[in-house]
């Protein structure tokens, strides 16, 4: 159980385009949805906590404009990178939290999406 | 602040025991959690603690001390499916995960 999928797995595109990952819920529903970026060698950098219904809190220095999150029902939140450029190519993983398990504060991560931007 | 200190890197050998630690600095505190993360791969689930004492998950097991701001991860029977890099996080009062840099886990025949 708590099996969190995403797409693309990888995504290679030019600069200034736009790309969208998709971060699934498969077999529970999730009312909060996290997503992270991760640098070679770094550790986790949560970017926004995604709430169903509702509008993204980001994080200090994420920029939201650029870094579009939409969670519009309870097993799907997508981040959209705008006019994407080299420095943001990365490795995104989303994470959800399923409020049936007894542990509700343990989330569970997707296998993240791999984004290079030439 | 809010912090985690974990070593960057340890090496040991495969079928020994390694403990790795982590002590963290949080405002207010709702657990701490070990993952482990596979090179180019998401990290999975390991372990939650938020009372003091040791939890035993077959081969791993996770402390906590909540007076000394404490944990370590205990991995017992090492195999070399073992190296990888174990993450410590802190849950703090607002249930953020607050994440440490990760304990690269080299494991040598």
């Known amino acids: 159980g708590a099996v969190v999928s995403q797409h693309p797995s990888w995504v290679i595109c030019k600069s200034g385009t736009s790309v969208k990952i998709e971060c699934r819920s498969l077999?529970?529903?999730?009312?909060?949805m996290f997503w992270y970026r991760q640098f070679p060698k770094q550790s986790l950098m949560l970017m926004a906590t995604?709430?169903?219904?509702?509008?993204?809190?980001?994080e200090q220095g994420v920029e939201k404009d650029k870094f579009l999150i939409n969670h519009a029902s309870l097993t799907l939140s997508t981040l959209t990178v705008t006019s994407a450029h080299p420095e943001d190519s990365s490795f995104y993983i989303c994470?959800?939290?399923?409020?049936?398990?007894?542990?509700?504060?343990?989330?569970?991560f997707g296998p993240g999406t791999r984004l290079l931007v030439l | 602040g809010q912090n985690i200190d974990q070593p960057t890197e340890m090496t040991a050998t495969e079928g020994a025991i390694v403990q790795i630690n982590c002590t963290y600095q949080?405002?207010?505190?709702?657990?701490l959690f070990w993952y482990q993360q596979h090179a180019g791969e998401a990290p999975t689930f390991l372990s939650y603690n938020v009372l003091d004492g040791l939890e035993e998950k077959g081969r791993f097991s996770s402390f906590l001390s909540r007076s000394k701001g404490y944990s370590y991860l205990l991995l017992k029977e090492l195999q070399m499916k073992d190296s990888a890099s174990y993450l410590c996080?802190?849950?703090?009062?607002?249930?953020?995960?607050?994440w440490g840099a990760g304990t690269k886990l080299i494991i040598k025949p």
């Open positions: 994470s959800a939290r399923d409020p049936m398990k007894d542990r509700v504060e343990t989330q569970y």
């Open positions: 949080t405002s207010g505190f709702n657990g």
């Open positions: 077999d529970f529903q999730a009312t909060t």
């Open positions: 996080a802190a849950m703090d009062s607002n249930y953020q995960l607050i």
């Open positions: 995604s709430n169903e219904g509702s509008k993204a809190t980001y």
